[in-house]
């Protein structure tokens, strides 16, 4: 049996495990990242992870075919180089090519988001299909289109970056410098922000409940709750989220017209509270309604697996280009 290692790096955690031919994970570590620290010295820690992932099992090198890796940040997949991550201060580090040297074994290196969706591809939510869209709602949005099966990244490094396609145009500030993204309207960070907003507004609102008075405790678990609890306040942010999420799923679908489209991330925890008014959101405003495919909107499988699953299957299975 042929072995591939999966590496997720996070900003708190850099996690790896050794995946198998049928997409499982046979055994995953976690180290902390320490992202103050030089670009050297992490990937000196991803290696000595990687050995002893690979000691641990027991599985031999010559099993392992090789190891991928999900990075935050622009990456240019092709030159393996991490060309810009804000969270670690990184501009043009060549993380391929130097794990590969200090592993000896051929790496492979694309955006942590990508590597998600191709995880839920692979073995997750999305594994009966060949095209999908994820969007992961965190801190900030991040976008994985898999087109046949491989991810799409555009001709060069920072494509296919959909939180930071144009929501409204000025409207809220982003974290990339820009105003009215994507992100700036459906990442949790922006849903806490209205919801802090809409409570100041409304001394009456059950939201100031469901954070023990206190709007600095405000998560994104917080609006939904005092929705659920009748508060038309708090439903008045919820309905405002789910328009601003289904209007740029509405413009994903028109350029991708994936076959699903996978949401990921905390928010996403709301299940069908979210999903069942996206899904009809979306029916009703894509392109050609439904004399059209309108693909399923649905929640990510793998959670904190995708990851390490995606980032596996950036090694091909032989020089023919086939993953495996």
């Known amino acids: 049996m042929q072995f591939r290692i999966g590496i997720d790096l996070g ?32 990937i000196r820690d991803m290696a000595a992870l990687v050995r002893s992932l690979i000691q641990e099992a027991g599985i031999g090198m010559q099993t392992v075919l090789g190891a991928g890796v999900g990075s935050p940040g622009t990456v240019d997949a092709k030159k393996g180089i991490v060309v810009y991550s804000n969270n670690f201060g990184w501009e043009d580090i060549r993380l391929g090519e130097c794990l590969s040297a200090a592993l000896h074994m051929p790496v492979r290196v694309s955006n942590d988001a990508n590597c998600a969706a191709l995880g839920e591809v692979r073995a997750g939510a999305a594994r009966k299909y060949a095209n999908c869209v994820l969007l992961t709602l965190g801190t900030g949005v991040g976008s994985g289109i898999v087109i046949d099966g491989h991810i ?6 920072g494509g296919a970056e959909l939180g930071h396609t144009s929501l409204v145009a000025d ?8 105003r009215g993204c994507l992100e700036a309207y459906v990442s949790a960070t922006a849903l806490i922000r209205d ?12 939201i100031w409940r469901f954070c023990n008075g206190d709007l600095e405790r405000v998560n994104g678990r917080t609006v939904f709750d005092a929705s659920a609890a009748g508060d038309d306040c708090a439903r008045g942010v919820v309905d405002r989220y789910i328009r601003y999420l289904g209007e740029g799923i509405v413009n994903a679908v028109n350029l991708f017209r994936p076959d699903i489209v996978l949401l990921g991330g ?40 995708a990851g390490i699953i ?4 950036l090694i091909l299975a032989d020089t023919e280009g086939v993953a495996f």
Do not use: W
């Open 152 to 157: 799409f990244e555009g001709a060069h490094a």
């Open 195 to 206: 919801t802090r907003r809409a409570a100041g507004a409304d001394p009456a609102s059950m």
């Open 266 to 305: 905390g928010v996403c925890k709301q299940g069908e509270i979210l999903t069942k008014p996206l899904n009809a959101y979306v029916g009703r405003h894509c392109f050609a309604g439904d004399k059209g495919f309108i693909p399923e909107i649905g929640i990510a499988g793998l959670e904190n697996s």
């Open 171 to 178: 409207g809220e500030e982003c974290t990339c410098g820009r």
């Open 11 to 42: 900003g708190t955690n850099i996690k790896a495990g050794i995946v198998n031919e049928n997409y499982e994970i046979l055994l995953e570590k976690s180290i902390p990242t320490l992202v103050k620290r030089s670009a050297d010295e992490v």
């Open 310 to 313: 995606g980032a596996a299957a």
